[in-house]
């Protein structure tokens, strides 16, 4: 089949003959959809791919020719894609802020809601796990000393570093989340658990170019 005639075709034919790297966002979203009508729909509905990786199983069923079981291969996939990300993430030494990102911001990036997490670190930096700490609202949370520290102290882990996302996109820190990060400097100190970084996760932007935000790069830490 020639190369020209695929234009044609169904997104699940265009893969099969030009492989998924050559799709277009709307035409791997029909492939799950199993409908490039379908597809444009949604894409014009939620606007790019980052809105529609964001929705939840309400919004999806709520435009026409969208069921549960279409639905949840979406949600399928969108979650197989953070699981990944933080599985190759993981298996780094986590020094930087950097991969901080890689490892959480592909789940956080998607979250509606201001949302702290504690990733806790054995001795040589290696991922041991990640636990929420707190959720806010719309675009805030409420972060407690004794919260962050909390889940390093039960599991009597070497060191954390904590991370909270900006549902606005902008990663640069409020005087909420400096304040904050002074406190939490100080309790490290107390307890002996080391507060190896805060990382906020947004999106790339002017003031941001890599989409999240080191209180230590930054010297706060």
Known sequence: MRL????????????????AAALSDTELVG???GSAEIAEKLIGRFG??????RAGLPDLVSVPGIGTAVASRLLAAVQLS????????ASVRLDEASRIADLLGPEMRLLQQETARVVLLDTRLRLIGVEEVTKGLLDQTPVAVREVFCPAISRRDYCIILTHNHPSGCAVPSEADIR???????????LDIPLIDHVIIGAPSTSCPEGWFSFKAAGYL
Request: aromatic share 0%; proline share 2%; hydrophobic share 40%.
């Open 48 to 53: 790019n791919l980052d809105a529609l990786a």
């Open 31 to 33: 492939t799950l959809v």
């Open 180 to 190: 904050i990060t002074r406190a939490l400097r100080e309790a490290s100190k107390v």
């Open 4 to 19: 020209r005639e695929t234009s044609a075709q169904d997104p699940k034919s265009r893969l099969c003959v030009v492989g």
């Open 82 to 89: 953070v699981r990944l990300s933080r599985r190759r993430a």
